[in-house]
C-alpha cells in the first residue's frame, strides 16, 4: 500500500503480534532534542556529582553523551520506523532559525514511576527556544505527525533518576548557545542513544 506524503502516527500504527499472540512491545523512541557542547555536558555531570553527595542519592548519573534538551517527543514504536523518519527529516530540514539561548537555573525532582524521579536541571525557555520548538511544533501538526506537547513546555535535562524526591533549588546557572538540533533514537532499556540526523541552526 502506497503511503501519503504526510504521517500520523495514529492512524499509521499497527499492532504487530508475535507468535502466541503476544504483542510486541516497543523497543525504541524517537524525539528532536538540543545537545549541550562538551564543556557544558562536563558541568552538568560534574553538577549531578554534587548533587549525589550533597542529598545521598543512590542513583548513577545520566552520562554526559546522553545529556539534552528534548524538543518533542515523537513517540515509541517496535523497530526504527523508516517512513515516520523520513517524514521527521523532511519537516526538520525547514527549519532556518538562529541560534538558541539556554539558560538552566534550579533543580527539581518531577513525578517518577517505580520510584524514579528525574531530577532536572531547569529553567525559563529564551525567545530564540521558544521559536524553534513553537515553530517545530507547528511544522509536525501540519505534517500531520503526532508528537507529545506539554501545554507550558519547560526546557530541562534530566541529571539522573532517584527514588528520592528534591524540592526545588536555585542553583549556578549553567548556560550555552545551541547551533544544531538533532533527531535522536533511544533504545529502550538499553540506556543508549543514536544521533539520526542534525540540522544547524543560525547557519
Known sequence: MQRTPSVNLRDDMCITTAPHSDILRPNTSLFFALYPDEATALRLTDLAARLRVEHALKARAIPSDRLHVTLHHLGAFDGRPADIVEHARRVASTIRLP?????????????????????????????????????????????????????????????????????????????????????????????????????????
Do not use: C
Open 99 to 203: 541560534a538558541v539561548d539556554i539558560t538552566l537555573d534550579h533543580i527539581e525532582s518531577f513525578s517518577g514511576g517505580r520510584g524514579k524521579h528525574p531530577l532536572v536541571l531547569a529553567g525559563n525557555a529564551s525567545e530564540s527556544l521558544v521559536e524553534l520548538e513553537q515553530t517545530l511544533g507547528k511544522a509536525l501538526d501540519a505534517a500531520r505527525i503526532d508528537s507529545k506537547r506539554h501545554p507550558h513546555f519547560t526546557p530541562h535535562v534530566t541529571l539522573l533518576y532517584d527514588e528520592r524526591r528534591i524540592a526545588r533549588q536555585t542553583v549556578q546557572p549553567v548556560t550555552w548557545t545551541a547551533t544544531e538540533f538533532a533527531l535522536v533514537r533511544s533504545f529502550l532499556g538499553q540506556s543508549r542513544y543514536e544521533i539520526v540526523v542534525r540540522w544547524p541552526l543560525g547557519a
